[in-house]
């Protein structure tokens, strides 16, 4: 079965537009609330690390998503908690990730 040159180069132009989506972040103008104190469980597991709870945002106000824990995706993983950063045009959310 071929496929034509066009339609790979439509379906290789529409992964690419996916890729800048995703790198996409909202910058909001009014600060988080503080963070609320949040009593964490015991882990799962050894390979299991606590994500923080933080407030997101949804429509003009924020939200509290509770943390929860995450299994590492491979062993020795450590996860760095994500947080807001202030800038110049408002806050931003910087993802937390495994390192």
């Given at each position: 079965m071929k496929t034509s040159p066009l339609k790979t180069l439509a379906f290789a132009a529409f992964l690419f537009g996916i890729s800048l989506l995703s790198a996409c972040t909202?910058?909001?103008?009014?600060?988080?609330?503080?963070?609320?104190?949040?009593?964490?469980?015991?882990a799962p597991g050894p390979r299991y690390a606590w994500v923080p709870g933080r407030?997101?945002?949804?429509?003009?106000?924020?939200?509290?998503?509770?943390?929860?824990?995450?299994?590492?995706?491979?062993?020795?993983?450590?996860?760095?908690q994500g947080y807001w950063r202030q800038g110049p045009r408002g806050y931003r959310w910087v993802p937390g990730r495994w390192r």
């Open positions: 909202a910058t909001v103008r009014t600060a988080p609330p503080p963070v609320q104190t949040e009593v964490i469980p015991v407030h997101v945002r949804r429509g003009r106000s924020y939200v509290w998503q509770p943390g929860y824990y995450q299994a590492a995706p491979r062993a020795g993983r450590v996860y760095t």
